[in-house]
């Protein structure tokens, strides 16, 4: 039998989706057919994302495509995306770019690079930014750059793997099952990423430029002290709004 709204709301309230009405609004949407709409919906109680189901999320006022096999951008990182606002770069480095969703949303950026080291969130990434000119590389952090790149961004974001190994059997099924281990594995203390970021960026930022970096409240003392260490003037920047922590560094001359 073909599925109404209100199957559909029933059907994911029995799955142990909390916000039942309004995916089943948004699966209603996304379906073109009342057989595709059985099949999103079977796809959402054997627990994938809504997100991978239906193709996008929404970040920062729009919607962004994410497909299955890539990471699906929290809304506690539009905080990010506002931390980067505010200082107005024209050049932009989204590391551990993901969808790309980071980067697309800061606003007011003439030049915007974006790198990964996962084959399908390059591609995402790619389909997101071409509307916008941006270039995503593919690789290990910084090792994805051409060299012509050094010395040019105005700053750098990252929303790298944050959690610590050990807590990753914690996170949600979903996550856990349908998003992949190396956008979610941040290492034993959780902030190896974070230091491994932090000693490079100053090679690939401009005079006065600022590396910001995603990070938890349990952590954020482990990520500032990576990023003084480096050489940066550091602060801790928190939203209770988003319930997020943005890291700060600022280079000098």
């Known amino acids: 039998m073909e599925p ?45 994302p809504l997100e991978h189901v239906v193709g996008w999320v929404w ?6 495509a994410v497909e299955p096999g890539v990471f699906v951008p929290r809304r506690r990182t539009e ?14 480095l989204d590391l551990c770019c993901g969808s790309g969703a980071i980067g ?18 390059v591609e995402c990434a790619e389909r997101n930014l ?5 270039t995503v590389h593919r690789g290990d952090l910084f090792d994805a750059l051409p ?13 790298a793997p944050y959690v610590p190994t050990g807590a990753i059997e914690l996170m949600p099924r979903e996550a856990r ?8 594995d941040g290492g034993v203390d959780g902030t190896g990423l974070h230091r491994r970021v932090a000693t490079h960026a100053h090679d690939w930022l401009a005079p006065h430029g600022s590396l910001l970096i995603e990070t938890s409240a349990l952590l954020a003392n482990s990520t500032f002290e990576a ?11 928190e939203s209770e709004t988003f319930d997020a922590v943005v890291v700060i560094g600022s280079a000098s001359e």
Request: hydrophobic share 50%; net charge negative.
């Open 59 to 64: 970040f920062c006022g729009r919607r962004i």
């Open 79 to 92: 905080f990010l995306v506002e931390c980067a606002a505010a200082l107005h770069p024209s050049t932009l």
């Open 147 to 159: 060299p012509e790149l050094h010395g040019r961004f105005d700053a750098i974001v990252v929303n």
């Open 4 to 48: 109404g709204f209100d199957d559909v709301v029933s059907a994911l309230r029995t799955a142990g989706c909390v916000f039942a009405e309004e995916e089943a609004e948004i699966l209603v949407e996304s379906a073109s057919s009342p057989t595709e709409l059985a099949e999103l919906l079977g796809r959402r109680i054997a627990g994938e």
């Open 177 to 184: 099952l349908h998003e992949p281990h190396i956008a979610l």
């Open 130 to 134: 071409h509307a916008v000119g941006g």
């Open 104 to 121: 697309l949303s800061v606003t007011g950026v003439t030049e915007l690079h974006a790198a990964d080291v996962d084959a399908a969130a």
């Open 227 to 237: 990023i003084r260490e480096a050489g940066f003037a550091a602060s801790i920047s």
